[in-house]
Antibody
Framework: EVQLVQSGAEVKKPGESLKISCKGS????????IGWVRQMPGKGLEWMGI????????RYSPSFQGQVTISADKSISTAYLQWSSLKASDTAMYYC??????????????WGQGTLVTVSS | EIVLTQSPGTLSLSPGERATLSCRAS???????LAWYQQKPGQAPRLLIY?????????PDRFSGSGSGTDFRSGTDFTLTISRLEPEDFAVYYC?????????FGQGTKVEIK
């Protein structure tokens, strides 16, 4: 069974750093793109970026380029999303998603349960 | 960036009725690269339709997707139809294009119980 299990909720202060994780299981982690999607409170879905764990090829949405870093450790089948300096506007639910194959243009067929990040002073 | 506009914003219907949701793109999207997702409160979204009209694994056949345009391989207008609403279908639905970067989502249509 394919599963994406994300790390738990976080409460941080503005300016702090954070790294959240997404562990994949039940499939070949290195041959599927893994992405991140943001959902701000009461709002819609925004695609942040994506990584191919096999070779760490990473693509970002222009809206998130330079704001976050996406990485992966294929030895432990885990993808990461990190911030160096959080802002209150980073408060959101973050989902990791798997693309449905090794090709680049594919839908998101599996979603993690989400990680709620709250940034407040 | 391709902007997807969904309509209506909210659809108020009764169980058993037919729901028709629209997704319009600001520029042509290959019909192979349009998906629909369902999100229930407190849950992650799940894939319903991909390639504009193919149901994802385990999705009931009351859900169907279609696209329109002068070329069957592309278009700007897409539709998700739920033939007969079940109680579990009341949720928010998002369309997404994944044929160009950045991937973009529509703003969502909420299907609520009338």
């Amino acid at each position: 069974e394919v599963q994406l299990v994300q790390s738990g909720a976080e409460v941080k202060k503005p300016g702090e750093s954070l790294k959240i994780s997404c562990k994949g299981s039940g499939y070949s982690f290195t041959t599927y793109w893994i992405g991140w999607v943001r959902q701000m409170p009461g709002k819609g879905l925004e695609w942040m970026g994506i990584i191919y764990p096999g070779d760490s090829d990473t693509r970002y949405s222009p809206s998130f380029q330079g704001q976050v870093t996406i990485s992966a450790d294929k030895s432990i089948s885990t993808a990461y999303l990190q911030w160096s300096s959080l802002k209150a506007s980073d408060t959101a639910m973050y989902y990791c998603v798997r693309q449905g194959g090794s090709g680049y243009y594919l839908p998101f067929d599996y979603w993690g349960q989400g990680t709620l990040v709250t940034v407040s002073s | 960036e391709i902007v997807l506009t969904q309509s209506p914003g909210t659809l108020s219907l009764s169980p058993g009725e037919r729901a028709t949701l629209s997704c319009r793109a600001s520029q042509s999207v290959s019909s192979s690269y349009l998906a629909w997702y369902q999100q229930k409160p407190g849950q992650a979204p799940r894939l319903l339709i991909y390639g504009a009209s193919s149901r994802a694994t385990g999705i009931p056949d009351r859900f169907s997707g279609s696209g329109s345009g002068t070329d069957f391989r592309s278009g700007t207008d897409f539709t998700l139809t739920i033939s007969r609403l079940e109680p579990e279908d009341f949720a928010v639905y998002y369309c997404q294009q994944y044929g160009s970067s950045p991937r973009t989502f529509g703003q969502g249509t909420k299907v609520e119980i009338k």
